[in-house]
């Protein structure tokens, strides 16, 4: 809206000099920014130059008529609001006037209150509309993320999934390893649901200590703990009508997990130190890099949970398994990281493309992402170079390092021993970073506690 110091401008437009001073009045003394003129011509060079929101158009002017001006000043401001003054037996042109473009009309001798709603509903109808399309464009530029998610079928098909489970209220379980991005589909499937005007809450299962989980998904009370100075909603509540994604569900204890499998078929819950029933309507969404039926068989996860979230399961590819889709993301990362650093990279040298298109990603999309990230930050030309790309930039942030980057998977078995080989080296680097305190070295890692473990034990590590 086009507003001098933050108020809505207004233009006069009639030859009755008496007129024009009135309702200059009337609206300079409701806050309005006036400018008032006297025929067509004026009135046109009044729009091009200040740029009112609204304009007050008497039907009757001398040289170019109010229909005409009409036309015109839509022509130079398509957004420009209206008001036809006409006489009682002029109506039926104002209501033609309208046709063409005018909001209302308000006949003479009017009533200054009436006259002074009319501006005011005029004025709030445009701002409500920009509002609609500000948010239709910014719809838009969330759901580009899907343009940007890659052209292999693997991720094709879990957006045509993404399309069919959204608008439903079923609960959806995201398998995919680290990096992969299941915040970003959780998020996805959030805007494409019924609930997407109402709130989205996520919480990290595996980030919050034991002894604070129920409190942080039911709330407590005043008192129910030492530090509860006062009420507390929990995740739930705070969700509650629109979406909960439960990320790294399996970190959660056995008992936590009963209470959850309560909360979720009853609809209700408690605080902690509260007896009253607190009614929620939330739809989950669950994430986690561990396969929950695999977590279920080996005595890790509840049975009668894993049942009653499994209605839909969304398998996301790892990056190396979709490596088609390397350009697309690098590109998209690029044009991002310009952005925030305020450079001008234009693009990757084929040995840069190369080297992105060869590497094993343990990371995935988190780990390209970050790369990239550095690489523009770092890059001194037009171009990210090889040398921007070194695997020892994408863990300094860690303060880690890693000798045994490849520079081809030729000198290597297979994807899978490279990979292996790649995670174990981070790891044992961390641990000696960490002194071989596994909770420090998981945090050097930004990873949590129990996904170390669990990855130590995969990888053969002594316990």
């Keep these: 809206m086009e507003v001098s110091n933050g108020v809505e401008r207004i233009l006069v437009i009639d030859d009755d000099k008496d007129l024009r001073f009135n309702l200059s009045s009337i609206l300079k003394d409701e806050g309005y920014d006036v400018l008032a003129v006297g025929d067509g011509r004026e009135a046109l060079k009044a729009v091009q130059n200040n740029s009112p929101n609204l304009a007050l158009l008497d039907i009757r002017l001398p040289s170019m008529d109010g229909m005409e001006i009409l036309k015109k000043l839509k022509g130079i401001d398509k957004d420009l609001l209206i008001i036809m003054l006409t006489a009682y037996a002029e109506v039926k042109d104002a209501v033609k006037a309208m046709r063409l473009g005018a909001f209302d009309y308000i006949t003479k001798p009017f009533d200054n209150e009436e006259l002074v709603l009319i501006i005011k509903k005029a004025l709030q109808t445009q701002y409500l509309s920009k509002e609609v399309k500000v948010l239709r464009k910014r719809l838009g530029e969330k759901t580009a993320i899907e343009e940007v998610m890659g052209e292999s079928s693997q991720i094709k098909q879990v957006l045509k999934q993404v399309e069919i489970i959204a608008p439903t209220n079923m609960t959806v379980i995201i398998h995919g390893a680290s990096g992969t991005g299941k915040e970003v589909m959780a998020q996805l499937i959030y805007q494409k649901s019924l ?68 909360v979720i078929q009853e609809r209700r819950l408690q605080h902690l130190g509260g007896k009253r029933d607190i009614s929620i309507d939330v739809r989950i969404i669950v ?177």
């Excluded at 705070?238 to 997990?257: H, M, P, R």
């Excluded at 390397?326 to 080297?355: G, H, R, T, W």
């Excluded at 695997?391 to 021993?417: I, M, Y």
């Design 195 to 262: 609930r997407k005007a109402q709130p989205f809450v996520a919480i990290d299962c595996g980030a919050i200590p034991e002894t604070l989980v129920e409190s942080e998904l039911f709330g407590y009370e005043r008192g129910a703990f030492t530090g509860a100075e006062d009420r507390r909603k929990g995740r739930f509540e705070q969700a509650n009508s629109g979406t909960l994604l439960l990320d790294e569900i399996t970190n959660l204890s056995d008992a936590v997990q009963m209470k959850l499998l309560r």
């Design 287 to 463: 994430a986690s890099n561990v396969n929950l039926s695999e977590a279920v068989s080996a005595g890790k996860f509840r049975d009668d949970l894993y049942h009653r979230l499994n209605e839909f399961q969304i398998e996301l590819p790892k990056l190396a398994e979709r490596k088609e889709d390397i350009p697309i993301l690098a590109k998209y990362f690029l044009d991002a990281a310009n952005s925030e650093f305020n450079k001008k990279v234009n693009d990757f040298s084929n040995e840069a493309m190369k080297f992105l298109l060869s590497y094993p990603w343990p990371g995935n999309v988190r780990e390209l992402k970050n790369l990239i990230k550095r690489a523009v930050l770092l890059s001194d030309s037009e171009h990210i170079n090889p040398s921007h790309l070194s695997v020892n930039t994408a863990v300094s942030q860690n303060k880690l390092t890693f000798q045994n980057k490849p520079d081809s998977t030729d000198s290597l078995s297979s994807f899978e021993e490279a990979s292996k080989a790649f995670q174990r080296d981070l790891i044992k680097n961390a641990l000696e970073k960490a002194d071989g305190n596994k909770l420090k070295a998981a945090k050097i890692m930004q990873i949590n506690r129990k996904a170390l473990y669990r990855k130590m034990k995969s990888l053969g590590f002594k316990s």
